[in-house]
């Protein structure tokens, strides 16, 4: 097949919406900027002869009926919302790819008149990153772990739920549903190091680590910082801190690379100087490939925030309790994905991913296969996330192949 | 004198400002229940013959030249703003208190024509929480610790400055100057159970607590919680909650009522789900009747500080450094409040005030009495802060006995 000509230029553009102007950008989903790159998406999207589908939360999918509607589809993309501060690759890149790889393989069928056996669809899902609702907002309704109205009923800090903030971007669809994939593709920038450390430009992620994801609430009472006494105060920070410093303590006893913890984000109630604070509520996560530190580092935190309440004098409530649990995606497209990689002239390395991407949502539903090119340093969520111009190319091509081969050989047949 | 009548439905009335429906209320600097209740006060003062004047910095006073401008001033009064989820009593008691304490000696003055040596000022000051802004907005101010134009250009969590937010609810005075107080007199709840415990219900401030107060900055780097391996991390956050756990067992471990020690206000950056915190910067306060505690607690504070910010990968940055140094109100006022409980057949007890008040700032330019009613369960910032009507009703009478013979006998003669 050919290389696509016109992702660079396309991906440069998309780089400035949201830019922060330190390299990374500010697409927070139902932001100003993640409408723009949206329109953006859809404006693309049609421009290329896709037919463009809304769904009721927000995913955006194009549509190539190569064969016709009731052949299998054969779906990639990922995700254009962003961290606050987050990087410019994230989840943008898999999305500006597969618009340009599944034209590529559109176009190239018609100029040699070969047949193909399956469809072709990109989609951008809603929401991924969670940095304002629940993660994989989109991917998870599409997938039926949560209905639409649990879904658009979710609020963001304000107050305000998805269903007002799609709403108010346009951004709420009432398209016919979209065809359920076959397959799914997803190439995303591997948000870790292994692929650089290795020296690999291309990595087919075999696994994902598991994750516990828990919100959890202390619950005390407003006083003066001047006068209560200590033993009188009932601090739900002070156990909030506890639980901060005591996950980093089990992650770091832990083997390197067996249990990864995190307090990303902690709302504090009043927040307020001169106030005991009454409320805290830790956005905690526990992560490893390995069910059983999986298991065994939750039962520590529990044992963690039960001391932590009756320290503080607090209560405590889990608000939010979600397992991910360690996985792999699909052998057999793994290995076609490793034979287009040498058909291109490259040599794939085998990588497990430890961020959650759209793709563990659906592997749920079908076969489903990442590919990945390096991270800089590792660097991901961040303004100085980075891959290399050449190796952005080398993934888009790599991701053509494989579609050009899933389409013509269909699913069964693909190799 | 006579037991003013007005006081208990104006208190009533003045606590419905801005309730939250659970017995406290949120009359944060700026807000619309604080204009509400600014002009709730203005239209108190006015009715009462006061004559109202607004600074530059929205301090409310209301004056009574009881015997011409050029007579020295005796000035009593307290804040009117709250904390996000505060009590009722502290802070707008003063002021309804004086505003009635104040009309009663003038009009005793009037009913018997009794001469008087001094003139009566009622002040409410701005922004004494630092809910909203630094706190003794305009106390601070008034007695030239900090400039108007640097109090006014201080901002708020959304870059709000205070010139703006004065300016949008109309209390940006531009009214001449007030007088300089001769004396000043404030009249609080104790907010600490010191009263309630020993069984008395009038108390005499003698001393106050010092502060260190500091804002302490962590600046780290975003990165994505998943795939970071812990030891790349530079977690803010993790640094914050070492100091918030270490200042905790800094206090536990001193002397009971040694020290105090809190974290109140949090901000953490960008605070979203799956990324390490970036920054965090963490509002410290070491509280102590004892110079050297304060002194070495502050010295542990800073050892504390390194340590978290090495273990986190992290550097630091104190954004601000306030100390208030423990101090002693004026003893001949002192007597003069013991003797004046005693006239209306009450003896007070000494104490201390743990927290801040604005009658600490004006301290450092006149003579300067705190007088005190219980608090139950000395309660305070909280919205089951309470006090007894029947206290609150003693209090006014001492308050109106401790200005009328300062008014009638003036500064000096008043014993």
């Known amino acids: 097949m050919e290389c696509p000509s016109s992702f660079e230029p396309r991906f440069e553009a998309f780089s400035k919406i949201g830019s ?31 037919e463009v589908r809304i769904d009721g939360i927000g995913n955006i999918y194009g549509l190539l009926a190569l064969v016709g509607a009731d052949a299998p589809w054969i779906m990639t993309g990922s995700h254009i919302d962003s961290q606050p501060l987050g990087g410019r690759f994230d989840g943008a890149y898999g999305v500006i790819a597969g618009i340009d790889a599944a034209a590529a393989v559109r176009d190239r069928l018609a100029a040699s008149g070969q047949k193909a056996q399956a469809n072709l669809a990109v ?24 209905s639409f109205e649990e879904a658009l009923s979710g609020t963001d800090v304000e107050g305000r739920t998805a269903r007002e903030v799609l709403g108010a971007i346009g951004f709420l669809g009432t398209d016919d549903p979209p065809p359920r994939p076959a397959a799914y593709v997803e190439l995303h920038v591997e948000c870790g190091s292994h692929l650089e450390q290795q020296g690999y430009r291309l990595g087919i992620f075999t696994r994902w680590w598991g994750a516990h994801k828990l919100d959890i609430e202390f619950s005390g009472e407003t006083a003066h910082t001047g006068p209560t006494p200590m033993a009188k105060r009932k601090d739900a920070l002070f156990a909030a801190a506890q639980i901060i410093t005591g996950i980093r303590h089990l992650a770091d006893a832990a083997p390197v690379g067996d249990l990864h913890t995190s307090v990303g984000k902690l709302v504090v109630v009043p927040n307020s100087p001169n106030v005991v604070p009454c409320l805290a509520t830790a956005n905690v996560e526990l992560r490893s490939v390995k069910p059983d530190v999986l298991t065994a580092s939750r039962d520590r935190l529990m044992e963690l925030v039960a001391f ?22 699909d052998e057999r497209l793994g290995s076609l994905a490793r034979n287009a990689a040498k058909a291109i002239g490259f040599d794939p390395i085998d990588a497990e991913t430890l961020p959650g991407h759209d793709a563990i949502m659906l592997a749920a539903i079908c076969p489903t296969l990442m590919l990945t090119v390096p991270s800089r340093d ?25 579609l050009d081969r899933l389409v013509v050989n269909g699913l069964e047949g693909a190799t």
């Not at 990153?129 to 993660?135: D, S, V």
């Not at 320290?311 to 397992?323: M, Q, S």
């Not at 590792?378 to 192949?401: F, I, N, Y």
Request: hydrophobic fraction near 40%; proline fraction near 4%; charged fraction near 25%.
């Open 378 to 402: 590792g660097l991901c969520h961040h303004p100085l996330e980075w891959t290399d111009p050449e190796d952005l190319k080398l993934g888009v091509a790599w991701l053509g192949t494989v």
């Open 20 to 50: 922060t102007g330190d390299g990374g950008v500010d697409r927070v989903e139902g932001s100003e900027a993640n409408a723009k790159a949206r329109h953006q998406v859809v404006a693309w999207m049609s421009e290329l002869g896709f």
């Open 308 to 329: 932590a309440a009756a320290t503080a004098r607090v209560t405590y409530r889990i608000v939010r309790d979600d397992l991910r649990i360690p996985g792999t995606f």
């Open 123 to 146: 989609v951008a899902w809603a929401g991924e990153e969670g940095a304002r609702f629940k993660p994989f907002l989109g991917s998870r309704v599409f997938t039926g772990v949560r």
